[in-house]
């Protein structure tokens, strides 16, 4: 179960999305979205979220939200950078639209094939590259505190810093 303090930071995800995204997908998964953003940021203590305002790990693109890419210096890899988390959470939801093409979302039926639809293992592009991912994805939604994380969990009770 997770902590009260990790509660809170995730109900603070679920309003900053819904209030970002009104004009999202009736498919799109708000629960898998707001599960996505508290496994990617570390339960809000990243550095991509606090400094880039970058709470799903999106890498460099050019759908149009992000203000600008950097490249993180320890591994060169190269994350999207937001002037504000509205931006962040609408380039989720493009990318999502964009993915929907190929990997079918909107016609899942089950939890279950959503997140296989996110991940799936037949070629089409993926969401994640971890292994054990939507297992995590799902134990965060159903309140459970994941044996295996991507980013550590935050022990931290403060609340949710939210970027400038």
């Known amino acids: 179960m997770p902590t009260p303090a990790q509660q809170a930071k995730y109900d603070s995800f679920k309003v900053l999305f ?10 799109l998964r708000t629960d898998v979205a707001i599960a996505q953003a508290v496994l990617e940021s570390g339960w809000g203590t990243s550095d991509l979220w606090v400094l880039r305002r970058n709470p799903f790990g999106m890498g ?5 939200y992000q203000s600008r890419c950097y490249v993180r210096t320890s591994d060169g890899q190269r994350f999207a950078e937001y002037d504000d988390y509205k931006n962040a959470m609408r380039d989720y939801v493009a990318r999502m639209v964009q993915f929907d093409k190929t990997n079918g979302y909107s016609s899942a039926r089950t939890l279950d094939e959503y997140l296989l639809a996110l991940n799936p293992t037949d070629g089409r592009p993926r969401y994640a590259i971890e292994q054990g991912y939507n297992r995590v994805v799902k134990e965060i939604m159903a309140g459970q505190d994941p044996s295996i994380v991507l980013e550590p969990a935050n022990p931290d009770p403060s609340p949710l810093p939210l970027p400038k």
């Not at 819904?18 to 498919?27: C, E, I, N, S």
């Open 18 to 27: 819904l209030g970002a995204t009104p004009d999202r997908p009736k498919w």
């Open 60 to 64: 460099c693109n050019s759908r149009g």
